[in-house]
């Protein structure tokens, strides 16, 4: 589960950065989140990083999650620092939200309101 | 082109109404009723719009039926297009309901121009716009605003611009509510949103966002024209935005909120994304407040823009560049009116108050004809004006659509046509294009919507507005 997260967590990062390059800073912070179940965990974890991401115009692009369960995780992220806010993303929704094993995978789908 | 809403059963109720009825699915409360005539039919059942619209009637406390417009499309939990009142005694209030962008909304601006007179300043005009309106969430906002003056934005609404000289007196009356919605409350807004809206104020924004420059093209009702203060060749401007991430992280809040206190209150939900509680609930309570909180910093967002709007006017037109607001309207929305004698929670997403002639609510230079509604096309086509019916109050609890409504997805739409085709096509019509990133073109261009054109004719053949005017882009500038 935490591998998911971590690939979620760098699949918005490339979409926030639009592709383009960027320097990570040698900043390193903690992130942790609580939710009921989850799938809110995930919707949760999402718009954790847009926050971050658009309040201090610092992008998390590397996760290593520390410690995950059904209703939290805590991680460690690193970041690159950009001019503006990405804008792209605005939010995470629970619109067709899915979080399932298949075939022995964790999978995880969300869609994200532009 | 497959239909993928369910197969519910219908019945066609005149040419441009279709009921789906309360018996089409068990847990439905109420019957819900489509506008749409036969072209419209196949477009509306392309996505999972109607499947959303059933939703919603199973919601407690729904009363009358569940409305789509013809711009119906789908949303997240409730369709984007969607109309639906819950009594505020028993009935639900749901953020969902109201959609992440709260107060998203369209204000018309009139000059006393005619376009043809300045023809050859339309590109200045626009090319200053771009550069004076901030569009993008990092590029700060035209007016920073400390925690005090947040928390009275939040609280007061355009009064306050009033004070710090962005409004004019004489501005207020003609914008929804005065600009102020007075049951905000500021303190039922997070600090994370307070921080995402900090530094927003004034700004346009992404998506489907944007300020036009355009012309009066045709009047299709000469009375309300002249009383809206508008005619044939006029220069005028549209602009379309919101409450940007403050509203965003609203809405995100009180989902999560809802969605864990449902529990308590005994709901169930087809759709998480639907997530509400009781209106009369600590919880509903505080979103109320919060999303009017949130719709203040909408209407001083328009304001503040509808301020740089003028200045660039005055410097590229001179004295005679002076904008006049015709009106300002929500399409994003939870309002609590009294319809047929009773207090309901009316949720407009993605769809327009069209309230009738005589409404107090209405504006008193209006209230004779009904109170104004602008439904923007895609980018490059027209805009209509049109104005509230008597009928719409009975029809659509006062309600008309918001726009042309999507067609397909932007990954779709980007499929078809690249951005700079699209600005290429835009330009080639004489229309100038400021947009910094040609690839988001794609996702607003014409072919991405229904036509609008067709889409407010069902609105006028249904009688929940009348045409007045039909307004086209001479520039358009995006984020």
Known sequence: ?114 | MTTVTANLPFVRLSPVLVEIPMSAREDMRVSARVYADGELWPKVTMDHSLDQVVNVSTLPGVTGYVYAMPDVHEGYGFPVGGVAAFKASEGIVSPGGVGYDINCGVRLLASELRASACHDKIESLVHDLSRSIPSGMGRGGALPLSDTELDRVLGEGCSLLVDRGLAGDDDLPTIEANGSFSAADPSAVSVRAKNRGRNQLGTLGSGNHFVEVQVVEEVFDELAAAIFGLRKGQLTVLIHTGSRGLGHQVCTDYVRLMDTAMSRYGIQLPDRELACTPFTSTEGKAYFGAMCAAANFAFCNRQVITHTARRVFERVLGSQGQLRIVYDVAHNMAKLEEHEQELVVVHRKGATRAFGPGHPETPEPYRRVGQPVFIPGSMGTASYVLAGTEKAMRASFGSACHGAGRAMSRRAAKRIKPGSQVRKDLEARGIVVRCPRTPELAEEAPHAYKDVDAVVDVVHRAGLARKVARLIPLGVVKA
């Open chain 1, 1 to 114: 589960m935490g591998a998911l997260f971590a690939e979620a967590g760098s699949a918005l990062s490339q979409l926030l950065l639009r592709g383009a390059a960027a320097s990570r800073d040698d900043r390193v912070r903690e992130i942790m989140v609580s939710s009921p179940d989850r799938e809110a965990l995930l919707v949760d974890w999402l718009n954790e990083i847009l926050y971050v991401a658009e309040t201090e115009c610092w992008v998390p692009v590397q996760f290593d999650v520390v410690e995950i369960s059904e209703t939290s995780v805590r991680a460690r992220i690193r970041g690159v620092p950009v001019r503006e806010a990405p804008s792209l993303v605005k939010a995470t929704t629970h619109h067709r939200l899915q979080v399932e094993e298949v075939e022995g995978v964790l999978q995880g789908e969300v869609i994200f309101d532009l």
